[in-house]
């Protein structure tokens, strides 16, 4: 322990204060937290900005916020929550976790890690205070399609901001995808073969490639949209002899792989949790890791399924729906497989299993409504109505946000060294879970009924009305159970410390303290096998019996 | 954990779903559970289609969320000590061939059903007996639909057909998407600029069906509503020729212009212009209308370029009806 010391890098006195350390620090653990928890800030006040809308749709002809607050509510709202929250908290989680999980010492380029996190920071921001620009936040929704988010339509420097705040972002995301790669390509603790990483770091390995194939991609479309309202050109200005169309191509052609961007490492922390709380290895390794690849793979080919009203040609509209089918087998096989992995087991009903077990519920429920959106015929029935909204928050909240719980309850002891509460934390799985449905259920029936989405009122009452209400209080309920996330990690600060592996836990991280040191490990075993910390337990009982 | 907390959310959770079940059958109508009663072959496909799917759905749903319960209820720890491991069973390849492959045919099935029903979904019937399809020119515009019959007469928000005749619906934009969708009639069809799309319905019921925008346009996106107004063919006939050209002036100012201007131009979401000169001025008023207005750089000093595609007979009716009606100033008896 006394040989630490010597290596320690040298460090000026003023970077060893208590926030000048974090806005130096390059360690991947440090950024990893600092990710986390700016990220969750900024799902807390997309949050706000989501019952804000409930509260407004809660009944007919409501004035709770004007027309246009409405729309700068889900512009901003779903904007922030994919590209502030869900995808770089997954970075955040990805960087504390992939080098502890593959034995390293850091990432491949520690000081673009940080860079690429205050970029992610000040993108953030910038969204956030485009609400205070000449004419308000962007009003085009998170898709930005023109003509609407053309000059001439959407006026005022918000939709400019929204871009900045875009492309800040996506530089954070590529270089983050950059690292990741690196890191698992080249820096894996002896004996750790690509059957024996994490199926976690299998997720974030495709996820950082798809992050590195389609951010250019928006980039691009971005890039021409602020052309267009800036400079003059017309792109995507139809009487000019643009093409409204090209935009919505290569923004689906980013924006469908960036659902699986959202949801594979959600799926990878569920491969983690549910083998761990069921006592049982993950049942098929390696379909869950190929599937995973497979995934990613269709997911590039799927993108005109957002565009099944517009018109295109038939055999195109028949491509992507039976692409969009087959990219439904390899998550089956996923579900199937962790279903086995419970099979004969020995389930303990911690909080992270209880997300984990709640994500299959859920997000089955998620997958088949989406067999519906898929049959394009049907699609011309449901699209842009509630029903998708519901499909979707079924995916993206029902899938990442439950499996990103799993997560944080699961990894919270090592991140933090403090356990969390299991009683409040249990307190609010079922606030959320019985909220997530009341909120989110009943928007496939308002959808069937006809509501369209980004729909700032309506007029009906009867079975919208109840139904709006019905979601609304869901909403509420969802959010009571959130706070009580946030007392519970006040609360764990003078909670019981967490010892190196409170869960019994298979992979490398748990081998270290809780927090790790900054150097992670003093040293580590040959891996064997997927799970090396069983294989441990295993010689250790071995050779005290 | 106690297991009394749990059971009763549980019961709630029931007992929630029961009472939302029960509102819906309580209700006319399918609740929410299918799209709404299609009063068109085209829509009825797409029932059809929505129904066949629910098929396996329900059944993949049952079978998932039924093993899972059952597996967490059979395997639970039931005291048994942490450290109990599991039979370290790592897959069974068979068993995954088989729920890889069941899936491949399900899809297969669905994907077969869906090629089955699609011509008749999207193809316009030729409809020879009845001379053709009537064909409809809908322009979308922020905020209202504008409607052009084969005989030149024009209608605002309100699409009038003859029952069971197979209409062909050509859809434009005129500023930025729009998507038309009339649920009883069939799926939606987007209005993209320079981008025309069809469809087509032939209505079964004379009635009246409403249809909603649906994609976002912009501010007022919500009150962009249609209405499909079905009527006997001698109805259509009457209307289509006299009626539509003399109500034509009233249906542009409240389809067009009260929307935000109010229903007597006293204002609203837009400005009081009731008392506007420009509004008889007819050379100023066709420019306003044609370029729309967006000067000091925010969305509530924009207007939308309403009368684009407009002909001179749409604007002097229109003009007619300002002058006649919602003209206000002082010296016109206002």
Redesign the interface.
């Known amino acids: 322990m006394a040989a630490r010391a010597t290596v320690e890098p040298y460090r000026p006195d003023w970077r060893q204060g208590r926030v000048m350390s974090w806005i130096t620090t390059v360690d991947h653990k440090r950024i990893g937290i600092l990710y986390t928890v700016t990220a969750l800030v900024f799902f807390a006040v997309a949050g706000i900005l989501a019952l804000l809308m409930r509260a407004q749709l809660a009944a007919p002809d409501q004035e709770i916020v004007t ?2 607050s409405y ?1 700068e509510l889900f512009t901003i709202h779903g904007t922030a929550m994919i590209f502030m929250f869900i995808v770089p908290i997954w970075a955040g989680l990805a960087n504390f976790l992939v080098p502890l999980m593959i034995g390293a010492r850091d990432v491949a380029f520690p000081r673009l890690n940080a860079v690429s996190y205050w970029f992610f920071l000040f993108g953030g921001i910038t969204l956030l205070l485009s609400f205070l620009a ?3 936040a962007s ?3 998170w898709y930005g ?1 023109p ?2 988010s053309e000059n ?5 420097t918000g939709q400019d901001l929204w871009i900045l705040s875009i492309h800040l972002v996506g530089i954070s995301s590529l270089l983050g995808a950059i690292n990741f790669l690196c890191t698992i390509h080249n820096m894996r603790a002896p004996g750790m073969s690509w059957m024996r990483i994490p199926l976690f770091v299998w997720a974030v390995e495709i996820y950082s490639a798809l992050l590195l194939l389609v951010i250019p991609v928006i980039t691009i479309a971005l890039t021409f949209l602020l052309l267009d309202r800036q400079v003059g050109t017309h792109f995507f200005i ?2 000019e002899g643009g093409d ?2 090209l935009y919505q191509h290569l923004f689906w052609f980013f924006g469908h792989p960036e659902v699986y961007i959202i949801i594979l490492p959600a799926m990878g922390i569920i491969s983690e949790v549910i083998p761990v709380f ?10 869950i890791a190929f599937s995973t690849v497979a995934i990613g793979f269709y997911s590039m080919l799927v993108w005109a399924h957002h565009m099944f ?3 295109l040609p ?1 055999f195109l509209n ?1 491509f992507f ?2 692409s969009s ?2 990219i ?2 390899p998550t ?2 996923k ?3 962790w ?2 992995t ?8 911690d909080t992270a299993m209880l997300w984990a ?1 709640g994500f ?2 859920v997000f ?2 998620g997958g ?2 989406g ?2 959106v898929a ?11 509630y029903y998708v909204v519901a499909h979707m928050h079924y995916v993206l909240f029902g899938g990442a946000v439950f499996g990103l719980f799993a997560g944080l309850f699961y990894w919270w002891p090592k991140m933090f060294g403090r356990m969390l509460s299991e ?1 409040l934390g ?1 307190a609010q799985f ?1 606030l959320v879970f ?1 909220g997530f ?2 909120t989110f259920f ?1 928007q ?7 509501m ?7 007029h009906e009452h ?2 919208w009305y ?2 709006n209400l ?1 979601s609304s209080i869901g909403a509420g309920i969802m959010a009571i159970g959130l706070l009580l996330f946030l007392i519970n990690i006040f609360k764990s600060r003078g909670g019981p410390r967490a010892v190196n592996d409170p869960w ?1 836990g298979d992979t490398l991280e748990w081998y270290t303290t809780s927090p790790p040191p900054p150097h992670n490990f003093d040293r580590l075993p040959y891996i064997t096998s997927a799970r090396p910390l069983r294989d441990l337990r295993r010689r250790i009982e071995e050779a005290g019996a | 954990m106690p297991p009394p907390v749990r059971r009763k959310i549980f019961v709630l959770v029931l007992a929630l779903g029961a009472a939302l079940a029960l509102v819906s059958v309580a209700h006319t109508g399918n609740g929410g559970f299918a799209p709404p009663e299609p009063k068109s072959p085209n829509a009825e496909r797409i029932n059809d289609s929505y129904n066949w799917i629910s098929i396996f759905a329900l059944a993949i749903l049952v079978l998932v969320e039924g093993s899972l319960i059952v597996f967490v209820i059979k395997y639970r720890r039931r005291g048994r000590p942490r450290t109990a491991e599991g039979p370290q069973t790592h897959g069974a390849t068979r068993l995954e061939l088989i729920w890889t492959a069941i899936p491949v045919l399900i899809l297969a099935a669905i994907a077969g059903f869906i090629f089955y029903k699609l011509p008749g979904i999207q193809d316009v019937p030729k409809a020879e007996a009845q001379g053709g399809p009537l064909r409809i020119r809908v322009d979308a515009h922020q905020f209202y639909w504008r409607f052009t019959y084969p005989n030149g007469a024009v209608s605002i928000d309100e699409l009038h057909a003859p029952v069971n005749r197979v209409v062909r619906v050509e859809i434009h934009s005129q500023d930025v998407d729009h998507s038309w969708w009339v649920p009883q009639l069939g799926g939606k069809f987007d209005a993209i600029p320079e981008e025309p799309t069809k469809t087509w319905f032939r209505a079964e019921e004379i009635g009246t069906y409403k249809g909603k925008c649906g994609e976002f346009c912009g501010v007022f996106h919500a009150e962009m509503q249609a209405r499909v107004r079905v009527e006997s063919q001698d109805e259509f006939d009457a209307w289509v020729e006299r009626t539509a050209r003399q109500d034509l002036g009233r249906n542009e100012w409240v389809g067009v212009c009260a929307k935000c201007h109010g229903l007597s131009g006293n204002g609203g979401y837009g400005p009081a212009i009731a008392n506007s000169s420009l509004l008889i001025q007819p050379q100023s008023l066709r420019r306003l209308l044609l370029e729309g207005q967006n000067t000091s750089g925010g969305i509530e000093a924009y207007m939308p370029p309403v009368g684009r595609g407009w002909t001179g007979e749409q604007f002097r009716a229109l003009e007619q009806y300002l002058k006649a009606v919602v003209y206000k100033a002082a010296g016109n008896g206002g």
Do not use: C, E
């Open positions: 027309k246009n729309n000449s004419g308000g009003k085009s929704g399609y003509p609407l001439f339509y959407s006026p005022g139809p009487n409204a169309i069921s006592r049982k290895p993950i049942f098929g390794y390696k379909a009203s517009v018109g038939n028949i729906m039976l089918m087959v439904a087998v089956g096989v579900i199937f497989n279903i086995a419970t099979w004969r087991g020995n389930l303990i009903f077990l299959i519920a089955t429920i088949l409504s067999i519906y049959a394009f015929p049907v699609d011309w029935q449901l699209t842009d109505t009683s249990k079922w019985v449905n009341l009943p496939h029936m308002l959808g069937l009924l006809g369209p989405r980004r729909n700032y009122t309506y009867g079975l109840a139904y019905i019994l």
